[in-house]
């Protein structure tokens, strides 16, 4: 049985309809079980450039391109390179070369002249008003900052005439069209050249290396080897089985991600660290698609080991957990946590199941509050009503500034369960380290008798808020691990990272041991929407030296993605160790329109423009489930969807599963979370709701700062969502996060 090879070559192959697809699938599933059988008509080329090629009979009007190799003492292997119309297959097949990149070591293959990088190259139309030449006064970006045809050609190894017209480029924006342009690393790479990133850096981040090729082994064999190298799999898989095979053969380009990564992303995805390692990116670098190839590859290295995959919330964990079944259909996915598999679930259901299933849980609450007692399922999901109830009916000493829901639960969290603080007495000498505001001993004595209040109301109705129930679950795991009892988990991963709070990361160091892989973290400061930053040394979590940070985008367009890093300008965030995070060198894979802003001078029209532009999309073809709006609060998701049903467009709010129906979404900007939708409108974004002032008046002077970050943080959540236009609208003022 000969192994196969699949490339991915959309941009010269273009799309295959439906049946042609599954006959492209049924041909390559009998090529793998017998390449002799004579309905596949496997023939060479008289004439061709490459005596590899070969092309076999998909049907009667179409041939498939394959590249035959036979190692010496080896098994033979196909490379498919696509399916075509059977003239057009014989005339690309016979000027189609295989061959091995000798400076970097790369395979790559050029289908006739439709697929030579200089061609595709010299088709890109720069939009930049600079256009592609440098002049008189100022050399081509490249040139200026220093970059030579040697650099570009004999270090890089890329296309001597895509080297040429990089560096005739004027700007960086026309480097990104001819970018655009071009398949596989040498795409990639004309972007890190166009952010200034060094040759060596470059090399680095590829897997580049100063010996490429192994002159001691015969030709095809050197093609094998090359077909390993981290840059040859951005467009190269091999394919084990039949599942697999249909996966990419039907998938389309948007389920590339599934097999093709990026060298860097497919490091992160194979390198075993010493410790908890953290990756960091933009929205849209991949961090979540490495998080979960990385737990699929544990699970094939060891199917009896016990992995967990986590992240903020139920309806992120369900995303989740598709993705990792549309990759490998046949991965075990475990019912509980503990179990052998991959256990996918949101944090809070992650530690509701392990308080579920303990043996006693005496000691653990005797620790988080002092007193032992029963726990039982019954959850208390929004202490925000009860914190208010408090307040309200205690008459607090406490100052009203800090009376509110936000202040108390974030200090009952922050301080009082993440020190484990059960009398009056600790509470007044525990450490209030970033906590922002100072508290005097009175207020102290006064923010306690809230909190115990808040206690006994959750033993007097048999509940304990979700923060509580974590504290319960790792205090649990970490007594039984002093007695002896082994972890629950031998590697735990953890995506959106960036908003779990002090006893999430209490629970996730007491679920796995110290060591090799033991925790891999996913996140992006920038989109930390919900409560404080978390230091993770503070937690018992030492990244120090196991830290990188992913900067390609892959979902959203350059036009977009200025938009978004746009919001972000300004102001000054933090990473999970305190360092500072910045957006210096993201950029983007793909080119589009320049984002829309359109102001109204009512709501009215500010209602119809939404539905006029909503109803182009959709008579340009648009699938309406593509297209989503969203808005910063559920009375104004309401008041769209209402508004374009009246106008004849029909539109549902997608609230906790992700919509089936075949209508345009209406979403809040928190609920899009995680998501990404062909065309986005942020409608509302004026001075009144973005940022919102209700919010922001409920939290103290001393924490605003924090929380107007997280209302910007939200608008570059929102508008990272589109992949490829985006609109905004607002009436009235706009607002001061969307600049000029």
Same mark, same amino acid.
């Given at each position: 049985?000969?192994?196969?090879?699949?490339?991915?070559?959309?941009?010269?192959?273009?799309?295959?309809?439906?049946?042609?697809?599954?006959?492209?699938?049924?041909?390559?599933?009998?090529?793998?079980?017998?390449?002799?059988?004579?309905?596949?008509?496997?023939?060479?080329?008289?004439?061709?450039?490459?005596?590899?090629?070969?092309?076999?009979?998909?049907?009667?009007?179409?041939?498939?391109?394959?590249?035959?190799?036979?190692?010496?003492?080896?098994?033979?292997?196909?490379?498919?390179?696509?399916?075509?119309?059977?003239?057009?297959?014989?005339?690309?097949?016979?000027?189609?070369?295989?061959?091995?990149?000798?400076?970097?070591?790369?395979?790559?293959?050029?289908?006739?002249?439709?697929?030579?990088?200089?061609?595709?190259?010299?088709?890109?139309?720069?939009?930049?008003?600079?256009?592609?030449?440098?002049?008189?006064?100022?050399?081509?970006?490249?040139?200026?900052?220093?970059?030579?045809?040697?650099?570009?050609?004999?270090?890089?190894?890329?296309?001597?005439?895509?080297?040429?017209?990089?560096?005739?480029?004027?700007?960086?924006?026309?480097?990104?069209?001819?970018?655009?342009?071009?398949?596989?690393?040498?795409?990639?790479?004309?972007?890190?050249?166009?952010?200034?990133?060094?040759?060596?850096?470059?090399?680095?981040?590829?897997?580049?290396?100063?010996?490429?090729?192994?002159?001691?082994?015969?030709?095809?064999?050197?093609?094998?080897?090359?077909?390993?190298?981290?840059?040859?799999?951005?467009?190269?898989?091999?394919?084990?089985?039949?599942?697999?095979?249909?996966?990419?053969?039907?998938?389309?380009?948007?389920?590339?991600?599934?097999?093709?990564?990026?060298?860097?992303?497919?490091?992160?995805?194979?390198?075993?660290?010493?410790?908890?390692?953290?990756?960091?990116?933009?929205?849209?670098?991949?961090?979540? @698609?490495?998080?979960?190839? =990385?737990?699929? +590859? *544990?699970?094939?290295?060891?199917?009896? /080991?016990?992995?967990? #995959?986590?992240?903020?919330?139920?309806?992120?964990?369900?995303?989740?957990?598709?993705?990792?079944?549309?990759?490998?259909?046949?991965?075990?996915?475990?019912?509980?946590?503990?179990?052998?598999?991959?256990?996918?679930?949101?944090?809070?259901?992650?530690?509701?199941?392990?308080?579920?299933?303990?043996?006693?849980?005496?000691?653990?609450?005797?620790?988080?509050?002092?007193?032992?007692?029963?726990?039982?399922?019954?959850?208390?999901?929004?202490?925000?009503?009860?914190?208010?109830?408090?307040?309200?009916?205690?008459?607090?000493?406490?100052?009203?500034?800090?009376?509110?829901?936000?202040?108390?639960?974030?200090?009952?969290?922050?301080?009082?369960?993440?020190?484990?603080?059960?009398?009056?007495?600790?509470?007044?000498? @525990?450490?209030?380290?970033? =906590?922002?505001? +100072? *508290?005097?001993?009175?207020?102290?004595? /006064?923010?306690?008798? #809230?909190?115990?209040?808040?206690?006994?109301?959750?033993?007097?109705?048999?509940?304990?808020?979700?923060?509580?129930?974590?504290?319960?679950?790792?205090?649990?795991?970490?007594?039984?691990?002093?007695?002896?009892?082994?972890?629950?988990?031998?590697?735990?991963?953890?995506?959106?990272?960036?908003?779990?709070?002090?006893?999430?990361?209490?629970?996730?160091?007491?679920?796995?041991?110290?060591?090799?892989?033991?925790?891999?973290?996913?996140?992006?400061?920038?989109?930390?929407?919900?409560?404080?930053?978390?230091?993770?040394?503070?937690?018992?979590?030492?990244?120090?030296?196991?830290?990188?940070?992913?900067?390609?985008?892959?979902?959203?367009?350059?036009?977009?993605?200025?938009?978004?890093?746009?919001?972000?300008?300004?102001?000054?965030?933090?990473?999970?160790?305190?360092?500072?995070?910045?957006?210096?060198?993201?950029?983007?894979?793909? #080119?589009?329109?320049?984002?829309?802003?359109?102001?109204?001078?009512?709501?009215?029209?500010?209602?119809?423009?939404?539905?006029?532009?909503?109803?182009?999309?959709?008579?340009?073809?648009?699938?309406?489930?593509?297209?989503?709006?969203?808005?910063?609060?559920?009375?104004?998701?309401?008041?769209?969807?209402?508004?374009?049903?009246?106008?004849?467009?029909?539109?549902?709010?997608?609230?906790?599963?992700?919509?089936?129906?075949?209508?345009?979404?209406?979403?809040?900007?928190?609920?899009?979370?995680?998501?990404?939708?062909?065309?986005?409108?942020?409608?509302?974004?004026?001075?009144?709701?973005?940022?919102?002032?209700?919010?922001?008046?409920?939290?103290?002077?001393?924490?605003?700062?924090?929380?107007?970050?997280?209302?910007?943080?939200?608008?570059?959540?929102?508008?990272?969502?589109?992949?490829?236009?985006?609109?905004?609208?607002?009436?009235?003022?706009?607002?001061?996060?969307?600049?000029?």
């Amino acid at each position: 049985m000969p192994n196969i090879v699949i490339a991915t070559n959309t941009k010269a192959m273009g799309k295959l309809d439906g049946s042609v697809k599954r006959k492209a699938y049924d041909f390559l599933e009998k090529l793998k079980t017998d390449d002799t059988a004579p309905g596949l008509h496997i023939e060479p080329l008289k004439g061709a450039s490459d005596p590899r090629v070969r092309t076999g009979r998909v049907d009667l009007n179409y041939r498939a391109i394959l590249f035959r190799l036979d190692p010496e003492g080896g098994d033979t292997t196909y490379v498919y390179m696509g399916t075509w119309k059977h003239d057009e297959a014989n005339t690309l097949a016979e000027q189609s070369i295989l061959r091995i990149n000798k400076i970097n070591g790369t395979v790559e293959g050029i289908l006739g002249a439709i697929n030579r990088v200089a061609d595709r190259a010299a088709d890109a139309r720069p939009t930049s008003e600079t256009g592609t030449a440098g002049s008189k006064d100022k050399p081509p970006f490249l040139v200026g900052v220093g970059f030579t045809t040697s650099d570009l050609v004999d270090r890089l190894g890329l296309d001597p005439a895509l080297a040429e017209q990089a560096l005739a480029a004027a700007d960086d924006y026309a480097i990104n069209e001819i970018a655009a342009e071009i398949d596989g690393w040498q795409g990639d790479a004309l972007l890190d050249l166009a952010c200034g990133t060094a040759i060596d850096d470059i090399r680095e981040k590829y897997s580049f290396t100063d010996h490429p090729v192994d002159e001691t082994l015969d030709e095809d064999r050197q093609i094998l080897v090359a077909l390993e190298h981290p840059a040859s799999r951005m467009q190269f898989t091999y394919i084990d089985d039949s599942a697999e095979l249909r996966r990419v053969i039907e998938g389309g380009d948007f389920a590339a991600w599934r097999t093709f990564l990026h060298p860097e992303q497919r490091t992160y995805v194979e390198k075993d660290f010493n410790g908890p390692f953290r990756l960091s990116g933009g929205a849209g670098t991949g961090k979540t @698609v490495v998080a979960i190839h =990385r737990a699929h +590859r *544990l699970w094939k290295q060891n199917p009896q /080991a016990r992995i967990i #995959l986590t992240t903020f919330n139920k309806t992120l964990a369900k995303g989740l957990e598709a993705d990792l079944k549309i990759l490998d259909p046949a991965v075990t996915v475990a019912k509980h946590p503990g179990d052998p598999g991959i256990y996918v679930a949101g944090i809070d259901k992650l530690a509701s199941d392990i308080v579920t299933r303990a043996s006693d849980l005496t000691d653990a609450t005797a620790a988080v509050f002092g007193t032992s007692f029963d726990v039982t399922p019954k959850r208390n999901a929004n202490p925000d009503v009860v914190w208010r109830e408090i307040t309200q009916s205690a008459g607090s000493e406490l100052d009203r500034r800090l009376a509110t829901p936000s202040f108390l639960e974030n200090e009952y969290v922050s301080v009082v369960l993440a020190n484990k603080v059960t009398t009056l007495e600790q509470y007044i000498r @525990v450490s209030r380290a970033g =906590r922002g505001v +100072r *508290l005097s001993r009175p207020q102290r004595i /006064a923010v306690w008798k #809230l909190i115990e209040s808040f206690r006994r109301h959750g033993r007097t109705d048999s509940s304990l808020s979700f923060p509580e129930l974590l504290a319960v679950a790792a205090e649990y795991l970490s007594l039984a691990q002093r007695s002896g009892q082994p972890f629950v988990a031998d590697h735990v991963l953890v995506d959106e990272a960036q908003d779990l709070h002090a006893m999430h990361w209490e629970l996730l160091r007491a679920l796995v041991p110290e060591g090799g892989n033991d925790l891999f973290i996913a996140e992006d400061s920038h989109q930390r929407i919900y409560g404080r930053p978390v230091i993770l040394s503070r937690m018992g979590i030492k990244i120090v030296g196991r830290s990188r940070r992913l900067t390609l985008n892959y979902r959203t367009t350059a036009q977009n993605l200025n938009f978004a890093i746009g919001i972000l300008s300004g102001a000054n965030y933090r990473d999970l160790e305190e360092g500072e995070e910045s957006t210096l060198g993201y950029r983007s894979a793909r #080119l589009g329109p320049n984002h829309d802003r359109h102001q109204s001078n009512s709501i009215v029209g500010e209602l119809d423009y939404i539905a006029r532009s909503v109803r182009k999309w959709i008579d340009e073809g648009v699938e309406p489930e593509t297209i989503a709006i969203l808005t910063r609060g559920q009375n104004d998701r309401t008041q769209i969807i209402r508004a374009l049903g009246d106008r004849g467009i029909e539109a549902r709010a997608l609230d906790d599963n992700p919509a089936s129906t075949k209508h345009v979404q209406v979403l809040t900007m928190h609920r899009s979370k995680g998501m990404e939708f062909s065309r986005v409108i942020l409608t509302g974004v004026d001075n009144a709701h973005v940022p919102s002032q209700a919010a922001l008046r409920t939290v103290p002077e001393e924490e605003r700062a924090q929380a107007e970050l997280r209302e910007r943080s939200l608008l570059y959540v929102a508008a990272s969502r589109a992949r490829d236009e985006l609109v905004v609208t607002w009436s009235g003022q706009p607002s001061t996060l969307l600049g000029q």
